[in-house]
């Protein structure tokens, strides 16, 4: 029963770092010149 | 949340005491959230108008002009211009100070010229006096067609007039322009952008066409012929030019039927202090006296905090281990989450106290004064007089530094300041710095009086900034980034710190560190945890091994479990991972045991002083240092049969965190600030390779 | 009574305590922001303080206090009044 709740944890934790780092963020492109400025 | 709600967008010059209004208006119910698509943080609450109505403010960040220069001052823009239904304020409420009126009225104008309904707040009322300024306020009131407040948000008063006007306020349906500037300049250019679209007042599309920023509702047809306009840039900016002259010429007129400033009552304290603190030599001293005061009480304030929050987390620990039943599940508690959550609020006294500093620096009105005095050296080496303030945040934790740095408006000077601030010695370094020096560094004095290890200590401070200014150097002579450099910095009044504002600002700053590393930190913890818990076959039998070989020693019960762990961890998916780097890192004068905990501070940099205790078969709750010194410091080194932990292998350790590759919840937000993967990256790269080559010099040349 | 004579300069050039206006024909050289903020032609500029090697300056103009820098004021021209 521990084993589970250990596993479903890891696996969510996991989860997070792969969401949090590996997915490229749908929004913006890069800034390479002054953002909304002239 | 209802949808009777009014909404309310808070707007304001800086330094206009607009934070304070917002703090009297929401009080604790303020939340940082995200503003969808943009990385800064928006900030929002509600506040009780009345008894029947309540409205969510939200704070926009400070600006002298609807005309963005930085990242923090585009998002009024964008919030102004969205016309989403769901998006865009009901009622704006424009903040004013007093003694800058004239100034502050051209943003009011420019957003009158919005047509919605608009509130103005003139805060700091009870200056008035004493600057010898008198207001018509019913002739004000006339001439610019809008509800005026006269209020001071430090004293609670009008806040309640504020309240009732915007209630007022929100049942005028469409409010009109207040100078209509447009026509003057070029009538029949207006017009023509006029008639492009009855949807939009004349300014939003002057806006449009300026700025290049479309809201979602602009059909295609209109965005093409608005494009159409943007063709002869030069005439854009003459437009410009003189749509800001003929502005103040307007405010000019009104200001003078019904402002009115008798010098010979006003005291110039600003002048005066402004005497000693820019002065060119006693300026510099005063802030480095400064500093060193920060710095002194950060060390003696923080560490009872610490050391409470320390044995705290220990106990809890404890009592888990004790009182859960045995299990995979209590061991991922007790050793992977309380020892990640206990991790991260360990650093929460060094890192409040810091920002409460700096807080009360910039409440002041001194910070400007700071980046006045170091703009000229910043731009040596690329950067800005505003980048001071990331620079020495970064002692505390990055992350905030990092985010702070979105008020620097030309995004070369800025890109620089985020790729270095990383290098100054930010808190989580300390405790593997205290362990090291603690054992490598004796503890005497030289010349009588100065403490040894407290100068390798301030040494190693002085080495991280150093090098961040070094990498910003070589950085600034080699990026080819586009931008353009710009300085404009006001120079508010001296004003004693609300202690209000200061509060709200480190609790969210705090907060910052805590979600924004904590959960980071927390995630990685448990992963860790688990590639420390778990292996191949050889770890199964680890404890069968042991079990095997236990007779030929006379080793107690607690000995015995200590060998078990410590050959575990050997066996484990890290342990394999730490061998497996151990050829790399040999020439640095380090073992596989130390290569795990390289590894584990990935997570965090603390993170290695903990894995170590662990790997060194020291008692997994017993955080007692002289402990893991004592076992650190009788550490045999097989193959030479001296000790591991010499000083070529220390000072090597040391100068590897000075220089080692951010922590992951750096390089989390510096992609994010970034909204690239290329700047983190280099950034990652650099700085191993800088630690590696270092770290590996310094080891060959002390042996 | 002698007129006062009045030639042409930038704000970089002021003294501490100096007072100049600046000039209409600085309008083109003047960023759009510094305009925003009140710097304007034919409004009165004083210089408070230097930073070391003259950059930034720290002017009062149009009684708002500005930091700016060198390069920024020593193209923006002022009329002193010099008597």
């Known amino acids: 029963m521990q084993e589970i709740i250990v596993y479903f944890l890891v696996a969510f934790a996991v989860a997070f770092l792969i969401k949090k780092y590996v997915i490229p963020s749908k929004k913006n492109k890069g800034c390479s010149t002054d953002c909304g400025c002239h | 949340m209802s949808k009777n709600d009014i909404k309310v967008a808070l707007i304001g010059n800086p330094n206009t005491g607009k934070t304070s209004l917002f703090n009297q208006l929401t009080g604790l119910s303020q939340k940082v959230g995200n503003y969808p698509g943009v990385t800064v943080d928006k900030k929002e609450g509600t506040s009780k108008l009345s008894a029947t109505q309540n409205a969510i403010i939200t704070d926009l960040p400070g600006t002298y002009s609807i005309n963005p220069t930085s990242i923090d001052e585009s998002i009024v823009l964008k919030t102004l211009l969205k016309k989403n239904i769901k998006e865009s304020p009901d009622v704006i409420l424009v903040v004013a100070d007093v003694e800058n009126l004239k100034r502050n009225l051209l943003l009011f104008s420019q957003i009158k010229d919005l047509e919605i309904p608009t509130v103005l707040a003139i805060n700091m ?356 980034v586009e931008s353009k450099s710009f300085f404009v910095v006001e120079m508010p009044n001296y004003k004693l710190p609300s202690i209000k504002n200061v509060f709200f600002d480190v609790v969210e700053k705090t907060k910052a560190f805590v979600f924004g590393a904590g959960k980071i930190i927390l995630a990685l913890s448990i992963v860790l945890w688990f590639l420390a818990s778990n292996g191949g076959a050889a770890y199964e039998n680890a404890e069968k091994v042991i079990l095997e070989n236990v007779d030929n020693q006379n080793l107690n019960e607690q000995e015995v479990q200590q060998k078990i762990a410590s050959l575990k961890l050997e066996n484990s998916f890290i342990g394999i991972l730490g061998k497996s780097i151990e050829p790399v890192i040999r020439p640095l004068g380090y073992d596989w045991k130390i290569g795990i905990a390289l590894i584990t501070s990935f997570a965090a940099r603390e993170v290695f002083v903990g894995t170590l205790a662990t790997i060194y078969s020291v008692e997994a709750d017993d955080e007692d240092t002289t402990t893991i010194k004592q076992k650190m410091a009788s550490e045999m080194n097989p193959d030479t049969g001296k000790k591991r932990f010499n000083f070529p292998v220390g000072m090597s350790l040391m100068v590897f965190y000075a220089f080692a590759m951010q922590c992951m919840a750096t390089f989390a937000i510096v992609k994010r600030e970034t909204k690239t993967w290329k700047w983190p990256l280099i950034q990652l790269f650099g700085m191993a390779l800088l630690a590696y080559v270092a770290s590996f010099l310094t080891y060959q040349i002390l042996s | 009574m002698l007129s006062k004579i009045k030639y042409l300069s930038t704000i970089a050039t002021l003294h501490i305590g100096e007072i100049g206006y600046i000039s209409e024909e600085s309008l083109d050289f003047i960023p759009l922001k510094l305009l925003e903020m009140g710097c304007l032609p034919g409004a009165e500029v004083v210089l408070i303080q230097l930073a070391p090697l003259k950059d930034p300056l720290y002017i009062c103009v149009n009684g708002s206090h500005l930091a700016i820098r060198k390069e920024t004021a020593a193209k923006i021209r002022i009329l002193k009044a010099n008597s």
């Open chain 2, 125 to 480: 009322v009870d200056q008035m006096h004493r600057k010898g300024i008198s207001i018509d306020l019913s002739l004000l009131k006339k001439e610019l067609n809008t509800e005026v407040i006269l209020i001071s948000a430090r004293k609670n008063e009008g806040i309640k007039e504020v309240k009732e006007a915007i209630i007022r306020c929100h049942l005028v349906a469409k409010a009109s322009p207040l100078c209509g500037v447009n026509h003057k300049i070029d009538p029949e250019y207006f017009n023509t952008l006029k008639e492009i679209s009855p949807n939009y007042s004349l300014y939003e599309l002057w806006l449009m066409v300026t700025q290049n920023n479309f809201p979602g509702t602009v059909t295609k047809l209109e965005k093409e012929k608005l494009l159409a306009f943007k063709q002869d840039v030069s005439k854009l900016k003459k437009y410009q030019h003189k749509e800001t002259i003929y502005r103040y010429q307007e405010i000019n007129k009104i200001l003078k039927k019904t402002y009115i400033v008798d010098k010979t009552k006003a005291t110039d304290l600003r002048g005066k202090l402004d005497k000693i603190f820019t002065h060119k030599i006693f300026g510099y001293v005063i802030f480095s006296l400064i500093l060193l005061i920060i710095f002194q009480s950060i060390f003696d304030l923080a560490s009872v905090p610490m050391d409470f929050i320390d044995a705290t987390f220990a106990q809890l620990s404890d009592f888990a281990k004790s009182n859960l039943p045995d299990g995979v599940l209590t061991d991922l508690l007790t050793e992977g989450i309380i020892s990640g959550v206990g991790g991260v609020i360990i650093f929460i006294p060094q890192i409040a106290i810091l920002f409460l500093f700096i807080a009360i620096l910039e409440e002041t009105g001194y910070m400007s004064r700071v980046v006045f005095l170091m703009d000229k050296i910043m731009r040596r080496f690329g950067m800005n007089g505003k980048s001071i303030i990331p620079l020495i945040s970064g002692t505390a934790c990055a992350i905030p530094a990092i985010m702070a740095t979105r008020t620097i408006a030309s995004w070369k000077e800025r890109l620089i300041t985020i790729l270095v601030t990383p290098f100054t010695t930010c808190s989580a370094r300390l405790p593997v710095y205290a362990i090291l020096i603690a054992l490598i560094i004796p503890d005497k004095k030289i010349l009588g009086f100065l403490n040894l290890q407290g100068l390798v200590l301030l040494s190693l401070y002085a080495l991280g900034f150093a090098s961040a200014i070094l990498a910003a150097y070589i950085l600034h002579k080699t990026l080819k």
